[in-house]
């Protein structure tokens, strides 16, 4: 278990101090995928370099399997860094040292024997797919290639927390999507616990059971992913997951808008705003849609302009879909 407990952080500037996290307190499970979210200065990078104390707190704790982190000496937190390691949007990697030694170089600073740690590389080389570049230098790889490598240094020392920062930043979807597939085999697999820091929603959707939404270096939200994406509370929260914005609701007419929420909601069959109008005879306009299928399943959101008699009516067919979050939209 990481818990973070009322964790400050401030920085000293010559235009002054920055408070670049205020009073964040989360709880990560053992084994969990927990995604920290936010937009460029929220604080992310910072909360997770806190985590292993690379960043001391300004105030609060970190306390990782009930051991206080900030009332460890220097060599006691080197210790700790072996079991809580990282991987970064930049990869990081030893241009002048193979893959294999590149895996191999943190069991060599921890003492392990040579023979050893090269057989654990080869090992972890073949967990990520890349056998076969044990020789190859890290600029002869593609970049997803090279943050396979990371991975692969990251999970040498056997840890048990994987902090990674922006990780899939610098890839392209199809390769970030192969990279989240490794993390979470990797965790399925070995259980270890992985904090993914990002300000990609898709991130998150796809790989993460737990969010924490951070804002100014607040925690505006925080819970299970389909809980905070489906039903939003917080302003923050909102803007991440409705990309639509402000919308001008006088301009829908005698209609009302509706939100309509995909949390995995069944792509089979005739679609849900089709079946609407040809069972309840009302049809109603989108106004805005993003949405994707993975598989039979649907993800994202859609507003819809409802004639105003029909608005209850609405609501209720659609709620009667468990996958589907439904709530009438009056400005926000």
Known sequence: MIELEHLSKTFSTSDGTIEALRDVSISIPDGDIFGIIGMSGAGKSTLVRCINMLEKPTAGRVVIDGVDLGSLSEKELRQVRRKVTMIFQSFNLLQQKTCLKNICFPLELAGVPRAKAKKRALELLEIVG?????????????????????????????????????????????TTHSILELIREVNEKTGITVVIITHQMSVVESICKHVAILEEGVVAEQGEVGEVFSRPKSSAARKLVYPEGDIDIAAQGNG?????????????????????????????????????????????????????????????YLSQDSEVSVQEVSGE
């Open 256 to 316: 009302r808008l509706i939100r309509v929420v995909f949390n995995g909601a069944s792509a089979t069959g005739r679609p849900l705003i089709a079946r609407m109008a040809v069972e309840k005879g009302i049809e109603a306009n989108i106004s805005y849609a993003a949405t994707r299928s993975i598989g039979e399943k649907i993800y994202g959101s859609m507003l819809l302009s409802v004639p105003q008699e029909q608005i209850a009516e609405a609501v209720d």
């Open 130 to 174: 890349l056998s076969e570049k044990a020789g190859s230098y890290p600029s002869q790889l593609s970049g997803g290639q090279q943050q396979r490598i990371a991975i692969a240094r990251a999970l040498a020392t056997e840890p048990k927390v994987l902090l990674c920062d922006e990780a899939t930043s610098a890839l392209d979807p199809t």
